[in-house]
């Protein structure tokens, strides 16, 4: 069964950057065809797609988030990782990493967690 796990600073200082990370276990992040996305959904809106990093190491990015975000991974430790950079109050969110196959509807999500951006 896979399961993604996110963790993070939780409360974020506006204009810092932080960085979440995703645990995967259950599979490798480098087996063929799947790709691990990062997903916020912030207060009153709809989920919102950041980025994702393909099972070889491409990424893509939201062109909303591509000026601040980037996506890495570490195989060694089944982790991908998010930086979002100069955040705001606007960028407190529930964010969440998930796997999709391909750019398909995602199979597996992670419980989510909620990161403040507050002075």
């Known amino acids: 069964q896979l399961q993604l796990q996110e963790s993070g600073p939780g409360l974020v200082k506006p204009s810092q950057t932080f960085s979440l990370t995703c645990t995967v276990s259950?599979?490798?992040?480098?087996?063929?065809?799947?790709?691990y996305h990062w997903i916020r959904q912030s207060p009153g809106k709809g989920l919102e797609w950041m980025g994702a990093?393909?099972?070889?190491?491409?990424?893509y990015y939201s062109p909303s988030f591509k000026s601040r975000t980037s996506i890495s991974r570490d195989t060694s430790r089944n982790q991908f990782i998010l930086q979002l950079s100069a955040v705001t109050p606007e960028d407190t969110a529930m964010y969440y990493c998930?796997?999709?196959?391909?750019?398909?509807?995602?199979?597996?999500w992670g419980q989510g967690t909620q990161v403040t951006v507050s002075s």
């Open positions: 998930a796997r999709g196959v391909g750019f398909s509807a995602c199979d597996y």
């Open positions: 259950g599979d490798s992040i480098t087996t063929n065809s799947y790709v």
């Open positions: 990093i393909h099972y070889n190491g491409n990424t």
